[in-house]
């Protein structure tokens, strides 16, 4: 169990790693003032300031540039992992199976139960 928790520790802080840093290093347009679906994919993501983790697991932080952004669970099941990453106008979702794009988080979980089969997450 212990070895289950901290994996999910380590997971959660790649995911938000990998959502914030890696875009730094693409070339990129410059930052907008709002993040919206349309900028979000080639635009400068700059570096998160801070974040703080709540008791559940969940993040919210805040970028050097005073972007607020959060990282929550969709489901408290431990067998899915899937979490909505939001900042700005932007909302997506993160998993262990990639990023899922989808318009609610009822449509997420279906596409996430989709590529790992409802029988795997459930058991």
Not at 43 to 51: A, E, G, Q, T, V
Request: charged share 20%; hydrophobic share 40%; glycine share 4%.
């Amino acid at each position: 169990m212990t070895q289950t928790i901290i994996s999910r520790h380590i997971y959660t802080a790649g995911l938000i790693a990998i959502t914030l840093l890696l875009p730094i290093t693409a070339q990129a347009e410059s930052m907008p003032e709002i993040y919206s679906p349309d900028s979000f994919a080639t635009s400068y993501h700059d570096k998160p300031l801070s974040f703080e983790r709540d008791k559940d697991g969940n993040f919210s932080g805040m970028t050097e540039s005073g972007k607020t952004f959060t990282q929550v669970y969709v489901t408290a099941s431990i067998s899915v992992r899937l979490q909505k990453f939001s900042i700005d106008k932007v909302a997506f979702y993160v998993s262990d199976q990639g990023i899922i794009e989808a318009s609610s988080d009822i449509s997420a979980l279906s596409i996430y139960l989709a590529k790992v089969g409802w029988y795997e997450a459930i058991s």
